[in-house]
């Protein structure tokens, strides 16, 4: 039965409502298995903060979609990779009225969806603690592997290597024998963008990330929970300032992949074990405040199969 729970809740945590939000995956399947998740999301929004005011009028639409795999070659060693993807439309105005700055400014800024491959991520997790507390430290590696706009609303990502060093922390019964807490802390370190020269350069985006749910165990099929992301930039550039940039400024156009995101994010998780090897998870998130990023609310499925190649 614990088992059982085990994938579900592993099903809940390789949820990720867009590229920006991760949740804390503490468990680590037994040795021999071998795990694969195919993940798609709809993601729509009409606004963006600049600074702690939301512009409005400014709509975005978004898939984004990953594949993952995961095997566990030794006891509490969980190997990962994921390729992720998205298709990406920005249907706003092109500028503001009386104003000398576009608001369309990416190749892709042009009313319809563009489709890209994006991002590869290498992670390695290994479980240290598995008790009444369960500890799981985690390192993230991920690179681009096609050359993706960056710029604009319908930006595909940011095209940028990132190294990130996290512990998960997982705990069964608390208070209720069926109630399941994770959490997690992620901090990232991210490559310098060098496309609008020193002006850019002058950044580099490292982040924060601290994910927290709870989950109820209702059978040995079906789990439900709630939970909330944060995520902290430490640096970068503030969209409250734009409205300031001189003229001919490359921030004008570059601001995009250095922006100083910040957001909290409420998330409703549900998963459902279909068969031994086959489960279904659903996920909603919607970012409720946030800093130089947009408000997006976000509906997601995943498809998961697990087997054990030793048994």
Do not use: C
């Not at 059982?4 to 390789?14: C, G, K």
């Not at 021999?32 to 709809?42: I, T």
């Not at 190294?163 to 209720?176: E, F, H």
């Not at 995009?256 to 910040?262: Q, S």
Request: proline share 6%; aromatic share 12%.
């Amino acid at each position: 039965m614990r088992h059982l729970y085990i994938r579900l809740l592993l099903v809940l945590a390789a949820l990720v409502p867009w590229p920006s939000l991760a949740a804390a995956q503490a468990w680590v399947n037994p040795k021999g298995e071998l795990s694969l998740a195919l993940r798609s999301d709809y993601q729509t929004s009409d606004g963006v903060w600049h600074g702690p005011t939301l512009v409005t009028g400014l709509p975005v639409q978004a898939f984004n979609d990953a594949l993952s795999v995961e095997y566990v070659p030794l006891e509490h060693l969980g190997l990962g990779l994921t390729l992720s993807g998205d298709g990406v439309r920005y249907s706003g105005p092109a500028v503001v009225p009386g104003a000398s700055f576009p608001l369309r400014h990416g190749s892709q800024d042009d009313g319809s969806f563009h489709w890209n491959v994006t991002d590869l991520d290498v992670d390695a997790r290994y479980q240290v603690l598995d008790g009444a507390v369960t500890l799981t430290p985690i390192l993230r590696f991920r690179t681009p592997v096609t050359s993706y706009e960056q710029k604009g609303y319908a930006a595909a990502g940011s095209h940028l290597m990132e190294g990130s060093a996290g512990l998960y922390l997982g705990r069964y019964g608390l208070g209720l024998d069926d109630l399941v807490l994770q959490a997690s802390y992620t901090f990232t370190y991210v490559e310098k963008e060098t496309g609008g020269g020193a002006a850019t350069e002058q950044y580099r985006v490292n982040r924060s990330d601290a994910d927290l749910s709870l989950s109820y165990v209702f059978t040995s099929k079906f789990i439900a929970g709630a939970g909330v992301a944060f995520r902290y930039t430490h640096d970068g550039f503030d969209l409250a300032d734009y409205p300031n940039l001189p003229a001919g400024d490359p921030l004008i156009v570059w601001h995009d992949p250095v922006l100083k995101v910040r957001y909290v994010a409420p998330t409703a998780v549900a998963s459902y074990q279909i068969t031994p090897a086959w489960s279904i998870a659903a996920r909603f998130a919607a970012v409720v405040w946030g800093q130089s990023t947009s408000n997006p609310i976000s509906f997601g499925l995943t498809l998961g199969w697990e087997n054990n190649l030793i048994d």
